[in-house]
């Protein structure tokens, strides 16, 4: 796993992140990254190593800059939090990039210039924020959990 070059990505942001804003990074175990990243003297960033879970961070979050791995993605979208993919691994998470992208479920942030004016973008145009967190919610099924549990009851029920 990971989130590529992560200080990068770090100093890449901040030239487009409001003065009175925050930027929460989080580095999960990779230690290095969360010292260099450490080492940049800037009062709007805050670091964390392993954070579990995730929700506050992104409940608070005015925009979550995230690969698109299925479970940060999915509970954003529960969560009611926009979304900008970068730096997905090809391959599965390309795939949910684009059908995220495609269906109004998030921006796609395929390079670092890309990144920067697409942050820029979500940050002064609040009402594109709100119109991807509507689409999300439109994709969300009533009971999640419910409907599972009773597919699960299904298929147990038909293997007896």
């Not at 942001?13 to 969360?34: S, Y």
């Amino acid at each position: 796993m990971g989130a590529g070059n992560l200080p990068r990505t770090v100093k890449a942001l901040l030239p487009v992140i409001p003065e009175n804003a925050a930027l929460q990074v989080v580095t999960g175990d990779n230690a290095q990254a969360r010292y260099e990243i450490e080492k940049i003297c800037d009062s709007r960033l805050n670091v964390y190593g392993r954070v579990a879970p995730l929700t506050d961070l992104i409940c608070g979050a005015d925009l979550l800059i995230t690969k698109s791995g299925g479970l940060t993605t999915s509970e954003a979208m529960v969560l009611g939090t926009p979304m900008l993919i970068y730096q997905a691994i090809e391959g599965c998470e390309t795939i949910n990039a684009a059908l995220f992208e495609r269906n109004g479920l998030s921006l796609w942030a395929r390079s670092e210039q890309s990144l920067q004016e697409k942050v820029h973008y979500l940050l002064t145009h609040p009402g594109a924020c709100d119109d991807m967190v509507k689409k999300q919610a439109e994709q969300i099924p009533e009971h999640p959990s419910r409907r599972c549990a009773d597919l699960l009851i299904e298929e147990v029920k038909k293997r007896a």
